[in-house]
């Protein structure tokens, strides 16, 4: 395709459709491409704030636009698959360096350069049979905020409790809600019940398995000792959220067996995500959903060795379905 041509194509995108394919992108940081589930997404992230909002956007548009500007497949793009890596960048920048021009700059190069890093990450893992999920993200924020000298540095993990961590009831509430809200890096309960929302417009499925993620991270995580603030903040929970609706709603058949799997996957994920943070505290960087991603590719790369349903390879996900990374099936393209 010559140049003129990757052009045109993107101008395509300059259309009434693209407010759909930016939806898709919003919505895809949780596995679907529902653009009514990333209209509810995107309410939740204004309502925690019209900063987080706007560079939101701003990732999830300017990704999309580098990835059809470059050639990236259609299909791909008009799922959303080029814009939540986007999306989550803008989010990162925006709450760990403030909201002004330079971050809107280092928004917009972020997020193009997440369209590339896809690219290269789905021809690596898609032989492997492994999706891209957010490692193009992880990848250039986790670089960004290591180095940029404006970026304030995170605190350390504070100390463990011995024992049981208690947690009053407002703060368990609190914390079930965030630990869905921060997938988007919402701190406000009520907009972690509208990403809720939005999962249930999209897939019940996929809600109910965020529900007993939640939980069962909040427990695991209080089990541990975790200190009560971070637990209450959602710090420990969201990337266990991610891992249950990858596992039961995206890339397993759903059986009694795989749920099993994938709550095996959350509490897996709660002293990966602790590990992570004191890990990355040094140098001013945060988890932000690696336990999640790494969680997941072990747990899909172990499926086809297990011989129970939903697990063994002959029930295992095509490549096809890795590179749609999405829970909805219908193949809807604008």
């Known amino acids: 395709m010559s140049a003129v041509q990757q052009v045109v194509r993107a101008q395509d995108w300059l259309s009434p459709r693209a407010g759909l394919v930016q939806l898709r992108g919003i919505a895809q940081v ?23 909002g706007v560079y939101g956007l701003l990732g999830a548009a300017s ?16 799922k959303g698959l080029q814009g939540y890596c986007g ?7 925006v709450v760990r ?17 997440c369209s590339v890093l896809s690219a290269a990450a789905g021809r690596l893992l898609t032989p492997l049979g492994l999706p891209v999920l957010t490692a193009p993200y992880c990848l250039v924020a986790g670089a960004l905020t290591v180095a940029l000298p404006n970026a304030p540095v995170v605190a350390g993990a504070a100390a463990r409790v ?21 997938i988007f890096f919402l701190d406000k309960w009520y907009a972690g019940l ?25 427990l695991t995580a209080c089990a541990m000792g975790l200190p009560a603030d971070r637990i209450a903040e959602g710090l420990y929970g969201y990337n266990a959220v991610l891992c249950a609706i990858a596992l039961t709603a995206v890339f397993l058949a759903l059986t009694p067996w795989t749920a099993g799997y994938a709550a095996l996957a959350v509490v897996a994920s709660v002293p990966f995500a602790a590990a992570w943070e004191a890990f990355a ?9 690696w336990p999640f991603t790494v969680t997941t590719w072990l747990f ?35």
């Open 30 to 52: 949780a596995l679907t491409s529902s653009p009514w589930a990333g209209l509810l997404f995107t309410v939740a992230l204004f309502v925690d704030g019209w900063r987080i």
């Open 300 to 334: 899909l790369a172990a499926a086809p060795a297990l011989d129970r349903p939903g697990l063994s390879f002959e029930k295992a996900p095509s490549r096809k379905h890795l590179r749609e990374n999405t829970f909805e099936k219908a193949d809807v393209t604008p």
């Open 87 to 93: 999306c989550l960048t803008g989010i990162a920048l």
């Open 194 to 218: 509208i990403v809720l929302a939005g999962l249930f417009v999209a897939s019940r499925v996929a809600a109910l398995a965020a529900m007993g993620a939640s939980a069962v991270a909040l």
């Open 97 to 113: 360096l403030g909201a002004s021009w330079q971050t809107a700059v280092l928004t917009v190069l972020g997020a193009a350069v």
């Open 63 to 78: 990704s999309a636009a580098a990835a059809a500007l470059l050639g990236a497949e259609r299909q791909g793009v008009g």
């Open 162 to 182: 011995q024992g049981f961590t208690d947690l009053t009831a407002a703060e368990a509430g609190r914390a079930f809600c965030n630990n869905i809200g921060q």
């Open 281 to 289: 505290q040094p140098s001013g960087g945060t988890p932000f959903t």
